[in-house]
């Protein structure tokens, strides 16, 4: 049960918008989805007719619908015909990389989103971006900005040769005693 709700955590419906993503509307307790079908991505079959409770950012309980306890003013979503899945990650993105003209927020993020990736790695943040990436963080859990979650690495770590600007540059070294690339450290 608790790989369960560990791998549901991170709570993606398509067809139901976030509480995290309108200030205006007031904080609910709790929230529940009925009579959903929950794929928990263990490999292990789907799971129909399930009930998921949300507390906060919590999953507090999932069972079958009809033997888990719903809270009193709950907000109950009836999911009958829809998916529960984890949130998914994408592992390699460049949200600066200036296909469009417009910022990320107004395209990007929303793309991903209705895809269902709710985290991103961007692999090269150049030093004047981060700026723009924390004041997305903060706006996260604000409700001001609907997009996934950033884990930007900074720095480019590239090879000897590159050309690249913001990069931090690394060769094999070799070993003196050999004149073989010592394969246990980069430096």
């Given amino acids: 049960m608790r790989k369960i709700q560990a791998l549901l ?3 993606l419906l398509l067809s139901v918008p976030s509480r995290a993503q309108t200030k205006s509307e007031p904080r609910q307790e709790s929230l529940v989805f009925t009579h959903i079908t929950v794929i928990d991505a263990t490999g292990s079959p789907a799971k129909p007719d399930t009930t998921v409770v949300i507390d906060g950012e919590r999953i507090v309980a999932i069972g079958q619908t009809g033997r888990v306890r719903i809270p009193r003013n709950a907000r109950i979503v009836n999911g009958a015909g829809k998916f529960l ?3 998914l990650w994408d592992m390699h993105v460049h949200i600066f990389n200036q296909i469009s003209r417009r910022p990320p927020h107004a395209w ?3 793309l991903f989103i209705a895809n269902g990736v709710t ?4 692999m090269w943040t150049k030093t004047q971006d981060m700026i723009q990436v924390f004041e997305w963080r903060r706006q996260l859990p604000e409700g001001t900005l609907t997009a996934p979650r950033i884990a930007a690495v900074g720095f480019l770590v590239d090879g000897p040769q590159s050309g690249l600007p913001n990069s931090d540059r690394v060769a094999a070294r070799r070993s003196a005693a050999h004149g073989t690339k ?3 450290c980069w430096c």
């Fill in 9 to 11: 955590l991170s709570v």
């Fill in 85 to 87: 899945i984890p949130g």
């Fill in 108 to 110: 990007y993020f929303p």
């Fill in 119 to 122: 985290s991103v790695r961007e």
């Fill in 182 to 184: 010592d394969q246990s």
